[in-house]
């Protein structure tokens, strides 16, 4: 079974950063693709930035130039690092990873961004 944890999130000022942090329990033997997504109240969960294979990426045009997705196969881990960050990122951010049994998910963790 695997779990996933993620850290990191917390209340941060317009123009700040923050690095969010997810690790896998449990074993991993592939992972197809780890990726960050967000829901923010109201709305639905929408993806915030994928790494898929080794190091392709693909971001949501809201976050690009702003947001780097980064893994560490050893740590069985995804981060992501989020700078000049606005009040509209604000949402439950998600880890998910999808591997040859099935996809996982994250509890969540709250970001919130103040203007």
């Known amino acids: 079974q695997v779990q996933l944890a993620e850290s990191g999130g917390g209340l941060v000022q317009a123009g700040g950063s923050l690095r969010l942090s997810c690790t896998a329990s449990?074993?991993?033997?592939?992972?197809?693709?780890w990726g960050w997504y967000r829901q923010a109240p109201g709305k639905q969960r929408e993806l915030v930035a994928k790494i898929i294979g080794g190091d392709t990426t693909n971001y949501a045009d809201s976050v690009k130039g702003r947001f780097t997705i980064s893994r560490d196969n050893a740590k069985q881990a995804v981060y992501l690092q989020m700078d000049s960050l606005k009040p509209e990122d604000t949402a439950v951010y998600y880890c998910?990873?999808?591997?040859?049994?099935?996809?996982?998910w994250g509890q969540g963790t709250q970001v919130t961004v103040s203007s």
């Open positions: 998910n990873v999808q591997i040859t049994t099935g996809g996982y």
């Open positions: 449990g074993r991993i033997f592939r992972v197809f693709h």
